[in-house]
């Protein structure tokens, strides 16, 4: 387990939140864990102070599951302790960025209750004056650690680059995603460091249940409004070519959270890094992708891109399209997008949504195991599912009764496996 975590003494207890959503602990009950539906008792290894500029969430029409310390089976929590009779709500930690869950919080949802909007739900409980949560850092890169950001120079340099660049859409774009939706990786374009998004595509051709920036099911909201132009070679141009220039450890990436998918406009993305090519040599150009298209790939490999990251929720086709719900693709064509990468030379991160319980399974294990080895991508980001959990395993009708190892034993064994694979969160400079 990475060296920086620092597990309690001894086992937290449940936390809840009142009909006013304020947090309370309650001793009587330890805090407990969910893993695909599973209800467990973390172990004090699983456990991490709650990491600096995590948010918690109070969760409507969903009790808090405990466990009773005496007979060691899981309680629910039906109204406040302290005010008999009155409502309470379940509490999930939505961590910062770089930590990686082990473990989802413990609740039972009620009838009619509302579908959780799109957030990871980690376990969170208290100890020693303090919440802890069940996970590890899986990045000890700092580039969106809260610490690092201050929003008085980042409304300055954003301001002043907006004026610089009031002709390119694309910067004026970012300035919303900045200081409207305050993305990390926007601010840091504004702050002329590590890594700037270069987002391009109002479309897609999958229609991912969990999609953050197109909700069509009405069951809950998108988390940002998709980009709506796309923008020209030379506005692409303009900013990728000053930042992979002037920044510290520079990376420029295709594929943001505010769009669809990059490679449906490939044609743009390809002039776009010959012309950033002819000018400079410097830093990572990346293109975040759910890889439909491998001739695409190939295109903008020979183009110039450094770094392919590949979306995925998981490495079986059945899931894979459970969630996907993919327009003329399939997880082959994924699977050859990442060969057509490698053969090219270029860099592969799989970018790996974490469910505990779906992705720590054996069916699941296996399936990755073989990706891994058939494909040889070269790095894991070990991502948590911003999805609410229960809807997810509906949707690609995961069963509850599958077995699962553990997330700490998954890490454990992954690294085994595959010592020379890469572990992370965040796209590397390969350059
Ligand atoms: S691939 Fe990305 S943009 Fe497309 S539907 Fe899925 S999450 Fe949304």
């Not at 601010?187 to 197109?214: D, K, Q």
């Not at 295109?299 to 929720?313: E, F, Q, T």
């Amino acid at each position: 387990m990475p060296q920086n975590s620092k597990h309690p003494a001894g086992q937290p207890t449940l936390v809840f939140a009142d009909a006013k959503g304020s947090i309370t602990d309650f001793p009587a009950l330890l805090m407990a864990g969910m893993s695909a539906g599973q209800f467990q008792l973390p172990q004090r290894e699983d456990f991490i102070p709650l990491p600096e500029g995590s948010e918690l969430f109070v969760l409507p029409g969903r009790l808090p599951v405990g466990y009773d310390p005496d007979s060691g089976e899981p309680l629910l929590l039906e109204d406040d302790p302290y005010r008999p009779g009155e409502p309470i709500q379940a509490v999930a930690a939505f961590m910062s960025p770089a930590h990686t869950a082990v473990l989802n919080s413990a609740y039972q949802t009620q009838e009619k209750a509302p579908h959780l909007p799109l957030f990871a739900y980690t376990a969170v409980g208290w100890y020693d004056d303090r919440f802890w949560t069940t996970a590890f850092r899986s990045d000890f890169d700092i580039r969106q650690d809260t610490s690092q950001f201050n929003q008085t120079v980042i409304n300055d340099r954003t301001k002043k680059k907006l004026k610089q660049y009031r002709n390119n859409r694309l910067v004026q774009h970012l300035g919303k995603c900045c200081l409207t939706y305050a993305c990390p990786a926007a601010r840091n374009y504004f702050l002329g460091r590590w890594e700037a998004p270069l987002p391009t595509s109002p479309v897609c051709n999958a229609r991912c249940v969990g999609c953050i920036s197109l909700q069509s099911s009405g069951k809950c909201s998108a988390t940002q409004d998709r980009i709506r132009f796309v923008p020209t070679p030379t506005e692409i141009a303009e900013i990728a070519i000053a930042h992979l220039e002037h920044a510290e450890r520079a990376i420029v990436s295709f594929g943001q959270g505010c769009e669809g998918e990059p490679l449906l406009q490939a044609d743009t993305i390809e002039k776009a890094i010959a012309m950033i090519r002819k000018k400079t040599d410097q830093g990572t150009i990346n293109l975040n992708s759910n890889a439909s298209l491998p001739q695409a790939v190939k295109r903008l490999s020979a183009a110039g891109l450094d770094s392919l990251r590949v979306s995925i929720n998981s490495a079986q086709t059945h899931y894979h399209s459970g969630y996907y719900r993919p327009q003329n693709f399939s997880l082959a064509d994924v699977l050859e997008s990442i060969q057509v990468m490698k053969e090219s030379g270029g860099f592969v991160s799989l970018n790996y949504f974490i469910l505990p319980g779906v992705t720590d399974s054996a069916e699941e294990y296996a399936a990755l195991r073989h990706l891994l080895q058939t494909y040889q991508p070269d790095r894991i980001q070990l991502r948590n599912l911003n999805m609410d959990p229960e809807w997810y395993l509906r949707s690609i009708k995961f069963s509850t009764e599958t077995p699962a190892m553990g997330m700490r034993q998954w890490l454990e064994k992954i690294k085994e496996e595959f010592p020379e694979l890469q572990l992370g969160y965040y796209n590397p400079a390969i350059r």
